[in-house]
């Protein structure tokens, strides 16, 4: 096994004959230029790539990279990432109590994306770990104990490619806007990111109202539902997918947002239900 860098990008080489293993991302920058029509030479020496191994890529493009392993936001034509169900998800979740912090030292740009969890809710836990696998296959999801909750933390480069709301401080104390790719996915999954959101920073529970009558008092209970953010940016972002939903919904403080008629309720459970 031999490894050497190529600029600030590393990779794993394994001698193969005169042919070299380089790295997915590596390899779909080089073929990129290749389909631009870049001459071996020039790319070999803009890369540091060495001519056979560009070669065959050029003749064998039947021995495609791991789509598993590629960023799909910071190659040179981008897509959404997928599944997009799982991405709304995930970003409701992230918008609601999550945050990306470095994994290392500075001189190592590797990300930890990390979701904090109640202990109460065990599903959920798994729910944010299965959906973190689905948009990063090849980081390993791991768990921390802290008291009373759980945080579950992948460690991906891409975190902030695929999260770029990321940035110093708390979300409440900076603007908060969907790209448009991120737009796209939530209009196509308005459901999964309000899963998402209410699964972090919301709650779905029996409100009890008390009433004074002129045969006496009563007590009545139904279920709702309650967001609660100090961001008013990703309290905008959760009314605006309740108005997609169909789900009427009102704020019933500065910083939540309730979601309490029968019939609303009904469609939310459709979506959300119950924390497990
Ligand atoms: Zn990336």
Redesign the pocket.
């Given at each position: 096994m031999t490894c050497r860098p190529v600029g600030r990008r590393r990779f794993v080489g394994a001698a193969c004959h005169n042919l070299i293993m380089y790295n997915s991302?590596v390899r779909r920058h080089a073929t990129d230029m290749i389909a631009r029509g870049l001459s071996l030479r020039s790319i070999s020496m803009a890369t540091g790539i060495n001519r056979a191994t560009l070669l065959d890529w050029r003749e064998h493009p039947e021995r495609s990279i791991n789509p598993r392993s590629v960023?799909?936001?910071?190659?040179p034509s981008p897509t959404l990432p997928e599944p997009c169900a799982d991405y709304a998800y995930l970003l409701g979740l992230y918008l609601g109590d999550g945050c990306i912090s470095r994994a290392s030292a500075k001189d190592k740009p590797v990300w930890k994306l990390r979701i904090i969890c109640a202990d109460a809710w065990p599903g959920l836990i798994r729910e944010c770990g299965r959906a973190m696998s689905a948009i990063r296959p090849l980081s390993t999801v791991s768990t921390q104990q802290h008291v009373g909750c759980t945080e579950v933390i992948s460690r991906s480069?891409?975190w902030?490619?695929?999260f770029p709301q990321h940035g110093p401080g708390k979300k409440h104390n900076r603007t908060i806007e969907l790209q448009s790719w991120q737009q796209t996915i939530v209009a196509g999954h308005p459901g999964h990111f309000a899963r998402g959101l209410f699964h972090s920073d919301g709650y779905r529970g029996i409100n009890r109202v008390h009433a004074h009558l002129a045969d006496g008092d009563r007590w009545y209970e139904y279920p709702r539902y309650l967001f609660t953010n100090e961001s008013a940016d990703i309290l905008r972002l959760c009314s605006e997918t309740l108005d997609q939903l169909g789900v009427a919904w009102r704020f019933s403080r500065r910083n939540a947002i309730s979601v309490a008629r029968r019939e609303a309720v009904a469609r939310l459970d459709e979506f959300v239900g119950p924390k497990y």
């Open positions: 991302e960023c799909p936001r910071c190659v480069r891409h902030p490619c695929l």
